[in-house]
């Protein structure tokens, strides 16, 4: 089973001047290849700051575009990992051996962990569709 597992930030940690010393990048870097010596992790990346980003609010039939920063948000999304695990312990265990924030610091950090549902368990959709895909999935995307 696959997992997401986000790293969340709010608008306030976004904004500030902190830059984090090298060995927090060292931990994460180990830490990421400890999950691919594994096999478990599929895809990682940090996201660039919502002052880059839009939103986009879908209303009847119409869309509306919103620039970022998002300052009214509670919290975002900074950064994920996709891990392949065989349980939600494994994801769990896995999100319990993240290394940010550094031992001995006061900053407090978020990971949200979610199972990425599965082509089968989407009852609603018609067969074709899934097949669709399925075809796609195949193609790397």
Not at 46 to 68: C, M, N, Q, W, Y
Not at 113 to 122: F, S, V
Request: proline share 6%; glycine share 8%.
């Amino acid at each position: 089973m696959r997992y997401l597992m986000s790293i969340m930030s709010t608008p306030e940690s976004e904004t500030t001047d902190y830059e984090n010393p090298p060995e927090v990048y060292e931990a994460m870097a180990a830490y990421n290849d400890e999950m691919i010596k594994a096999g478990v992790l599929l895809t990682g990346e940090g996201l660039a700051p919502t002052s880059e980003g839009a939103e986009i609010v879908f209303r009847g039939g119409e869309a509306t575009v919103t620039d970022g920063p998002f300052t009214e948000a509670k919290e975002f999304i900074a950064g994920y990992w996709v891990l392949q695990v065989s349980s939600h312990e494994e994801a769990l265990e896995w999100a319990r051996r993240c290394p940010h924030p550094p031992a001995g610091s006061d900053a407090v950090l978020k990971l949200q962990l979610r199972r990425i549902a599965e082509l089968e368990e989407m009852d609603e959709m018609p067969e074709e569709l899934k097949e669709r895909e399925r075809e796609l999935r195949s193609q790397g995307y």
